[in-house]
């Protein structure tokens, strides 16, 4: 029984580790380094608003979405192509408008008293 059991975690665990390395391989490079800053910054910027604006929390929340980036670019990839999804986020004028739109958040935090650091360097990570 114990070797039943002892394959079967053994399978487990190797289908995870597959699954997870697939999932973080299918968006290209450039998107998926777009996506982390925006997750990382999102959820830290949400994260600090609970903290100390509990009310304003809903209303951010809606701003925000709670998007899935890498869901719209696997869906891109989908309609027009990993290599043309690819290019388009190794574009100066994608990468601006992101780091255009989440560079506020760390001086937010830290205008306000919280750590806005995880956000700044997410941001600055993206070449």
């Not at 299918?26 to 925006?38: D, G, I, S, T």
Request: charged share 20%.
């Amino acid at each position: 029984m114990h070797k039943k059991l002892e394959i079967s975690l053994t399978v487990g665990i190797a289908l995870i580790a597959v699954t997870n390395s697939v999932v973080s391989a299918e968006l290209p490079p450039a998107c998926a380094q777009l996506a982390r800053a925006y997750d990382i910054c999102t959820r830290d910027y949400l994260e600090f608003v609970a903290l100390v604006e509990p009310a304003s929390l809903p209303a951010i929340k809606q701003t925000f979405k709670e998007g899935d980036i890498g869901g719209m670019w696997r869906k891109a990839m989908r309609q027009v192509g990993a290599e043309k999804t690819a290019v388009a986020c190794a574009s100066s004028e994608v990468k601006g408008q992101f780091i255009s739109s989440l560079s506020g958040l760390p001086v937010v935090m830290g205008f306000k008293g919280g750590d806005g650091r995880r956000c700044a360097q997410a941001i600055s990570d993206i070449r």
